[in-house]
């Protein structure tokens, strides 16, 4: 009987040393949980970044999301593009259990049907395709490995580089990587850096003058994934005459004596918290108080509008990512030569809703404008702090800027008409 328990107690050691080693024991161990909206864990000698998503719902659906990635560091150059900043408006994915993966996949939200009619919807859905754009195995307890999609080409920046006829680059996967410093969750969205490294044996001349080595340039790129909005936002359908930046799909069950081509205002959401525009404190001065000033001028435009108190502004923290989605930045942005500022952000692309609002300021516009002045003034009167000092005055047209970038970001088109009714428009 005792040789009999012994044989026993060994059998079960066994079965049991076969199913830890069959699962590879906890694959988070050693690694760094950061709770939030992803609940991730962070390997922060390897870099990699494992994720535990909720159970599927009935459509198969662990969670849904909307993805963005910009570029936290650029290239420098303004003919390329590739800005400190630049990047996507986002898109809706759900990351969606099939089996013993987990798909991230892009819902096609151009085509779409708001009817009540299930079979109606079903019909629309199954026209147009949806765009699979990463499939993680699963690991025990829902975990999936997002380490090889956070380093993928995810913005097409090699196509990008051939088309602006900059040569043929590829990825080095060997010098693309996770920033573990620089990964972090918050209870509705979770932020990524990557460095990413493009080379080349034949780069082109904007590449070859603004990366470091010539050949080989390394980008920041981050990821976003931040919590659907609730339902608490009311679509705003748009009016050419308001002149609004617009978003536009096609809704195939519009009744038959209306157009199936929907337009809708981009826009943020007036809550009790005031909208909020963070200026880039890497402006130096006077140029940042500037900006803020320009910034500023919507504050009397919201009271205009009967909103008052529902904007302001700030200099943006120190300890804050200028690409996290709870922060609208107005970024300065360093080029080789002089270039375009621009004001967009992430916007929820089933409704308008703006949810980050970001404007790229081109720092070598204002010395431009200097430089003009003092072309048209002489330079004997700069710095001289007079009305007519070309520094004064180049601060003037940057507080212009300001505001008219932070417009666009807002949702407002160009206003072309204003030039001929005593300029009153900023945009």
């Given at each position: 009987?005792?040789i009999l328990?012994?044989l026993i107690a060994?059998?079960?050691a066994?079965c049991?040393?076969?199913?830890?080693?069959s699962?590879?024991?906890d694959?988070t161990a050693?690694?760094?949980?950061?709770?939030g909206?992803l609940?991730?864990?962070?390997g922060?000698?390897?870099g990699?970044v494992?994720?535990?998503l909720?159970?599927?719902?009935?459509?198969g659906i662990m969670?849904?999301a909307?993805h963005?990635?910009?570029?936290?560091?650029?290239?420098?150059s303004?003919?390329?593009?590739?800005?400190?900043?630049w990047?996507?408006?986002?898109?809706?994915v759900d990351?969606?259990?099939?089996g013993d993966?987990?798909i991230?996949?892009e819902?096609?939200?151009?085509?779409r049907a708001?009817s009540?009619?299930?079979?109606?919807?079903?019909a629309?859905?199954e026209?147009?395709?949806?765009s699979f754009i990463?499939?993680f195995p699963?690991?025990?307890?829902?975990?999936?490995d997002?380490t090889?999609?956070?380093?993928?080409?995810a913005?097409g920046?090699?196509q990008?580089?051939k088309?602006?006829?900059q040569?043929?680059f590829s990825?080095a996967a060997?010098?693309?990587?996770?920033?573990a410093?620089?990964?972090?969750?918050?209870?509705?969205?979770?932020?990524?850096?990557?460095?990413f490294?493009l080379?080349s044996?034949?780069?082109?001349?904007?590449?070859?003058?603004t990366?470091?080595n010539g050949?080989?340039?390394t980008?920041i790129?981050?990821h976003s994934?931040?919590?659907?909005?609730?339902d608490?936002?009311?679509?705003l359908?748009?009016?050419?005459?308001s002149?609004?930046?617009?978003?536009v799909h096609?809704d195939y069950s519009a009744p038959l004596?209306a157009p199936?081509?929907?337009r809708l205002?981009?826009?943020?959401?007036?809550t009790e918290?005031?909208?909020t525009?963070?200026?880039?404190g890497?402006a130096?001065?006077?140029?940042?108080?500037a900006?803020?000033?320009g910034?500023?001028w919507?504050?009397?435009?919201f009271?205009?509008?009967?909103?008052a108190?529902?904007?302001?502004?700030?200099?943006?923290?120190e300890?804050?990512?200028?690409?996290?989605v709870?922060?609208?930045?107005?970024?300065?942005?360093h080029?080789?030569?002089r270039?375009?500022s621009y004001?967009?952000g992430?916007?929820?692309?089933?409704?308008g809703?703006?949810?980050?609002?970001h404007?790229?300021?081109?720092s070598?516009r204002?010395?431009q404008?200097?430089?003009i002045?003092e072309?048209l003034?002489?330079?004997?009167?700069t710095d001289s702090?007079?009305a007519?000092?070309?520094?004064?005055?180049?601060l003037?047209?940057?507080?212009?800027l300001?505001a008219?970038?932070?417009?666009?970001?807002?949702g407002?088109a160009h206003n072309?008409?204003?030039s001929?009714?005593?300029?009153?428009?900023v945009m």
């Amino acid at each position: 009987m005792r040789i009999l328990l012994i044989l026993i107690a060994f059998l079960l050691a066994g079965c049991t040393a076969q199913t830890t080693s069959s699962t590879g024991g906890d694959p988070t161990a050693g690694m760094d949980a950061r709770d939030g909206f992803l609940s991730l864990y962070v390997g922060e000698g390897d870099g990699r970044v494992l994720a535990r998503l909720p159970d599927a719902d009935a459509d198969g659906i662990m969670l849904s999301a909307i993805h963005s990635a910009r570029l936290t560091a650029g290239l420098g150059s303004n003919p390329v593009g590739l800005d400190r900043g630049w990047g996507e408006s986002g898109r809706v994915v759900d990351f969606r259990r099939r089996g013993d993966r987990v798909i991230l996949e892009e819902r096609n939200l151009k085509y779409r049907a708001s009817s009540d009619n299930a079979l109606e919807r079903r019909a629309v859905a199954e026209s147009f395709a949806p765009s699979f754009i990463a499939s993680f195995p699963v690991m025990d307890g829902n975990l999936i490995d997002m380490t090889e999609f956070l380093t993928s080409d995810a913005l097409g920046l090699v196509q990008y580089l051939k088309d602006a006829e900059q040569g043929s680059f590829s990825l080095a996967a060997d010098r693309t990587l996770v920033d573990a410093d620089n990964v972090f969750s918050f209870p509705d969205n979770s932020e990524f850096d990557v460095f990413f490294t493009l080379e080349s044996a034949d780069p082109g001349r904007e590449v070859a003058t603004t990366a470091a080595n010539g050949k080989t340039a390394t980008l920041i790129v981050h990821h976003s994934f931040v919590r659907l909005p609730d339902d608490g936002y009311t679509p705003l359908p748009s009016d050419p005459r308001s002149g609004a930046i617009e978003i536009v799909h096609y809704d195939y069950s519009a009744p038959l004596s209306a157009p199936i081509e929907k337009r809708l205002a981009v826009r943020h959401r007036i809550t009790e918290e005031p909208i909020t525009y963070y200026i880039d404190g890497g402006a130096p001065e006077p140029i940042r108080s500037a900006l803020v000033e320009g910034a500023q001028w919507w504050v009397d435009g919201f009271a205009a509008a009967g909103k008052a108190g529902a904007y302001r502004v700030a200099i943006l923290p120190e300890d804050a990512h200028p690409l996290d989605v709870r922060y609208n930045v107005v970024q300065w942005v360093h080029r080789q030569t002089r270039g375009w500022s621009y004001g967009g952000g992430v916007v929820d692309p089933r409704t308008g809703e703006r949810l980050k609002g970001h404007v790229n300021l081109g720092s070598l516009r204002v010395r431009q404008d200097r430089m003009i002045f003092e072309g048209l003034l002489g330079a004997g009167k700069t710095d001289s702090g007079e009305a007519d000092d070309p520094v004064q005055l180049a601060l003037m047209r940057i507080r212009q800027l300001s505001a008219h970038e932070i417009g666009h970001s807002l949702g407002f088109a160009h206003n072309f008409g204003a030039s001929s009714d005593d300029k009153a428009s900023v945009m």
